[in-house]
Nanobody, 116 residues
Framework: VQLVESGGGLVQPGGSLRLSCAASGFTFSVYSMGWARQVPGKGLDWASGIYTDGRTYYADSVKGRFTISRDNAKNTVYLQMNSLKPEDTAVYYC???????????WGQGTLVTVSS
């Protein structure tokens, strides 16, 4: 099982980034997938998730700014992040999504830094 996140970086407040997560080693299409994030010194929380039927979940803090999507043909899940804020600074991980369970991290994550 492998999940490889990419697309992080340094961006100014108000900017945008698109994260990608390439999955392999399991049947991607039958899993709900999500993006969790960890702020330095704090716990890991779900930012967004997408179910196998396309329904989506967004934490209140990112609702209206982030958009999650998936491409089952490419075994990839994406997170489009717009209107970024300094408080979005975190390491972002993709993982199988279970809203009421702690994220089980399989990848190395990608660092997003929002700063002027």
């Amino acid at each position: 099982v492998q999940l490889v996140e990419s697309g992080g970086g340094l961006v100014q407040p108000g900017g945008s980034l698109r994260l990608s997560c390439a999955a392999s080693g399991f049947t991607f299409s039958v899993y709900s997938m999500g993006w969790a994030r960890q702020v330095p010194g704090k716990g890991l929380d779900w930012a967004s998730g997408i179910y196998t039927d396309g329904r989506t979940y967004y934490a209140d803090s990112v609702k209206g700014r982030f958009t999650i999507s998936r491409d089952n043909a490419k075994n990839t899940v994406y997170l489009q992040m717009n209107s970024l804020k300094p408080e979005d600074t975190a390491v972002y991980y993709c993982a199988p999504f279970q809203l009421h369970a702690d994220p089980q991290i399989w990848g190395q994550g990608t660092l997003v830094t929002v700063s002027s």
